[in-house]
């Protein structure tokens, strides 16, 4: 088997992805822009061939990259990146390229904040109601008939929470209105909700062959926007609603053989047209891995290696490599600032937290929606993980 790789160098988690191919016996042939020399040894080790590009932005580029492997190894079986911001590049390149997976076409349903609810409805899952950001006067109408203040207003298409802003009142309003849009907006009604998601990897007729459960704050948007601490958590277990809720929205999107990340509101205010507290409500899709090291969290608390389970779903359609028997638990996570002066050290946290499972610095790109520093521990106790986010989340002058 073939595999293009796109991008095995960032995020630097990512070459685990080629390893596990390499590992399952595929030919790796990665594509980045980073020049081989600098590339970290792990990657160097997890892939068979690379091909360093100017800039992964410029499609010829990368186009022609694809073109040498396809010469030099015959044809391309799958090319990925399984990342969000090159979602629509893998689809165009697996479309003139005849290769296995998502095309073009069907990208556009998942990557389009406006399409996706449509397969959402499919699946029976209610969404906002909302509408495409036009003119001061229209989008006001729309506010004051239908779904009133506070609305949030996001590019229809676009990574994570960047650029999207909750707008409170009508002289918030005009002051998006003249701040120079350059690309379509949607603006949608406002709901008050704790996020989770429902994560993992499907088979070719898009049923579930491994999934996990996260929580999240109620607002990322507003942790990007005011540079706010982060913390969440992959949950022990997946809750049956979640679970039924996820598996249908995959078979009305069609997706196969993916990586998935379906993001949800559960529901603590009741809201007219949606549903009652407790209630699920769909947010949005995201046809690629959680972000960040949300991967190697789900490793840690379900205790498997979701890497190898992509691996053997991509080249058996199938879990073959993985034990799936293992103890489980809560994974949590804590993003630190900078700006921000801590009590407690890493080593006074570490001394009484032993077991902490990751520490490190965040990259500048994903820092906004991530923190600066950043800690994962694993706890088999609700409670304990409380008491570990007290401690590692306390300013020097509580």
């Known amino acids: 088997m073939n595999f293009v790789f796109i991008s095995p160098a960032f995020p630097k988690n990512y070459y685990n992805f080629c390893d596990r191919l390499k590992r399952n016996g595929v030919n790796v042939l990665a594509i980045g822009d980073t020049p081989y020399n600098e590339l970290d040894k792990n990657v160097k080790d997890s892939i068979n061939e690379y091909y360093k590009v100017n800039s992964l932005e410029n499609y010829d580029e990368v186009y022609r990259a694809v073109a040498f492997f396809a010469f030099k190894y015959g044809k391309i079986d799958y090319l990925e990146s399984n990342n969000e911001y090159w979602l629509r590049q893998d689809a165009k390149l697996r479309t003139d390229f005849n290769i296995n997976g998502a095309k073009t076409s069907d990208v556009i349903s998942f990557t389009s904040k406006s399409d996706m609810k449509d397969f959402y409805?499919?699946?029976?899952?209610?969404?906002?109601?909302?509408?495409?950001?036009?003119?001061?006067?229209?989008?006001?109408?729309?506010?004051?008939?239908?779904?009133?203040?506070?609305?949030?207003?996001?590019?229809?298409?676009?990574?994570?929470?960047?650029?999207?802003?909750?707008?409170?009142?009508?002289?918030?309003?005009?002051?998006?209105?003249?701040?120079?849009?350059?690309?379509?907006?949607?603006?949608?009604?406002?709901?008050?909700?704790?996020?989770?998601?429902?994560?993992?990897?499907?088979?070719?007729?898009?049923?579930?062959?491994?999934?996990?459960?996260?929580?999240?704050?109620?607002?990322?948007?507003?942790?990007?926007?005011?540079?706010?601490?982060?913390?969440?958590?992959v949950n022990k277990i997946v809750p049956d609603d979640i679970r039924k809720i996820g598996q249908k929205v995959l078979k009305a999107f069609n997706i196969k053989s993916r990586y998935f990340h379906l993001e949800f509101f559960r529901l603590t205010k009741a809201k007219k047209g949606l549903g009652k507290i407790g209630d699920i409500v769909a947010l949005e899709v995201n046809m690629r891995p959680p972000g960040g090291f949300t991967p190697d969290m789900i490793n840690f608390g379900q205790s498997v290696d979701t890497y190898q389970i992509w691996a053997d779903v991509m080249c058996y359609d199938k879990i073959v490599n993985v034990k799936m028997d293992h103890p489980k638990y809560f994974c949590f996570y804590y993003g630190r600032r900078d700006r921000c002066n801590y009590k407690y050290s890493y080593e006074q946290i570490k001394e009484k937290y032993p077991f902490i499972q990751m520490h490190d610095r965040m990259s500048d790109i994903l820092s906004g929606a991530m923190g600066n520093e950043f800690y994962i521990a694993r706890f088999e106790f609700f409670e304990d993980m409380e008491k570990f986010k007290e401690m590692v989340s306390m300013k020097a002058d509580e």
């Not at 699946?123 to 989008?139: H, I, L, N, S």
């Not at 929470?161 to 603006?187: C, D, G, R, W």
Request: charged fraction near 20%; proline fraction near 5%; charge should be negative.
């Open 121 to 233: 409805i499919q699946a029976g899952v209610p969404v906002a109601r909302y509408k495409f950001v036009t003119t001061f006067e229209e989008d006001l109408k729309f506010i004051n008939e239908e779904v009133g203040f506070p609305v949030v207003v996001k590019p229809n298409v676009g990574v994570g929470a960047a650029a999207t802003y909750k707008i409170k009142n009508e002289e918030e309003l005009k002051k998006f209105h003249n701040s120079n849009i350059q690309v379509p907006y949607i603006m949608e009604e406002f709901i008050t909700g704790n996020i989770i998601s429902f994560d993992g990897v499907c088979d070719s007729n898009s049923n579930v062959v491994f999934c996990d459960n996260e929580i999240f704050p109620p607002s990322i948007m507003d942790i990007v926007n005011e540079n706010l601490e982060v913390s969440y958590y």
